[in-house]
């Protein structure tokens, strides 16, 4: 399992928790999704094998986030 943490702007609420959350936890490979509010990032747990950080950070864009 490898760990990433990515820096996310345009989180401001739960609601922003928990679409981060849900898109990235349904990714096939990801274990784990934290989204930390007032750091403005998100730690990721995932197999690299079944996933890749890209389509991690496509996930999160796909919200409507911007990730540096």
């Known amino acids: ?7 996310v ?3 401001t609420c739960g609601h ?17 999704v934290n989204v930390h509010l007032e750091n403005g990032t998100v730690d990721v ?3 690299s094998a079944e996933v ?4 991690i950070k ?3 864009d796909d919200q409507g986030y ?3």
């Open 52 to 55: 890749s950080i890209e389509k």
């Open 16 to 32: 922003c928790v928990k679409a981060i959350e849900g898109s990235v936890g349904e990714l096939a490979g990801v274990s784990q």
């Open 58 to 60: 496509e996930a999160i």
């Open 1 to 7: 399992m490898e760990k990433v943490t990515l820096n």
């Open 9 to 11: 702007e345009g989180m």
């Open 45 to 47: 747990e995932f197999n």
């Open 66 to 68: 911007d990730v540096e």
